[in-house]
T-cell receptor, first 114, second 111 residues
Framework: DTAVSQTPKYLVTQMGNDKSIKCEQN?????MYWYKQDSKKFLKIMFS???????INETVPNRFSPKSPDKAHLNLHINSLELGDSAVYFC?????????????FGSGTQLSVL | TQLLEQSPQFLSIQEGENLTVYCNSS?????LQWYRQEPGEGPVLLVT?????EVKKLKRLTFQFGDARKDSSLHITAAQPGDTGLYLC???????????FGPGTRLSVLP
C-alpha cells in the first residue's frame, strides 16, 4: 500500500516529444507537489497544488503543465522535451494545516531526454 | 529567496566513526527538517526541529536547531553502513507549504 506512487519509474525519450508523469497519493493529503532533482542532487520545487488549486509555481518553462483532476492526483505534462529536462522528478504530498508539516515523496521518475 | 547551504558536500568514513554535518542559512525558518534519500528512492523525513536551541535524538542521530533558527546540525555516533545516503535539510516557511531544500551531504560509511 504505497502512500505516494508515481509512474513511470523510468522514461527515455527523444528531444521534441511530449510526455506525462502521473502521481497519486492515498494519504488523504490536501497538498501535492512536483520537485525536480538535477544531476547534482539539488531538489527544487516546481509546483504546489492545494485541493486541486495551484498555489506555488516557481520559475518553470511553460512547457511544463501540471494537472490536478482531484486532490489525490497531480500529473505533470511536458511538451517539446529538451536535453536539459533530463532529471529525476519527484511527486510529494503533505497534510495542510497541521503542525510540523512533512513531505511524503514518491520514488521518483528518472527522465532521460536523448 | 531563502537559500540553504550544507557542508560537507561529500563525506566518506569508516564504520564506527562519528560525524557531523551542517545546514546553514541567512534566513529564519519556522522549522527545519532533515531527510535521508537512498539511491532510486525519494527522500524520507528523519526529524523536524521547531524551537531555537532544540535538540532531538533518533537512536544514534542527534539533531540540533540553532538558537536563531537559521542553522542546524546532524551528528551521527558510531556510523554504520546502513547510514549511507544523501542527507538533505529543508527549511519550512511560515505557511508550511514552502519547503526549501539544501544541496545535500552525500555520506558513505565503509564497512
Amino acid at each position: 500500500d504505497t502512500a505516494v506512487s508515481q509512474t513511470p519509474k523510468y522514461l527515455v525519450t527523444q528531444m521534441g516529444n511530449d510526455k506525462s508523469i502521473k502521481c497519486e497519493q492515498n494519504l488523504g493529503h490536501d497538498t501535492m507537489y512536483w520537485y525536480k532533482q538535477d544531476s547534482k542532487k539539488f531538489l527544487k520545487i516546481m509546483f504546489s497544488y492545494n485541493n486541486k488549486e495551484l498555489i506555488i509555481n516557481e520559475t518553470v518553462p511553460n512547457r511544463f503543465s501540471p494537472k490536478s483532476p482531484d486532490k489525490a492526483h497531480l500529473n505533470l505534462h511536458i511538451n517539446s522535451l529538451e536535453l536539459g529536462d533530463s532529471a529525476v522528478y519527484f511527486c510529494a504530498s503533505s497534510p495542510l494545516g497541521q503542525e510540523n508539516e512533512k513531505l511524503f515523496f514518491g520514488s521518483g521518475t528518472q527522465l532521460s531526454v536523448l | 529567496t531563502q537559500l540553504l547551504e550544507q557542508s560537507p558536500q561529500f563525506l566518506s568514513i569508516q564504520e564506527g566513526e562519528n560525524l557531523t554535518v551542517y545546514c546553514n542559512s541567512s534566513s529564519v525558518f519556522s522549522s527545519l527538517q532533515w531527510y535521508r534519500q537512498e539511491p532510486g528512492e525519494g527522500p524520507v523525513l528523519l526529524v523536524t526541529v521547531v524551537t531555537g536551541g532544540e535538540v532531538k535524538k533518533l537512536k544514534r542521530l542527534t539533531f540540533q536547531f540553532g538558537d536563531a533558527r537559521k542553522d542546524s546540525s546532524l551528528h551521527i555516533t558510531a556510523a554504520q553502513p546502513g547510514d549511507t545516503g544523501l542527507y538533505l535539510c529543508a527549511g519550512v516557511g511560515n505557511y508550511g507549504q514552502n519547503f526549501v531544500f539544501g544541496p545535500g551531504t552525500r555520506l558513505s560509511v565503509l564497512p
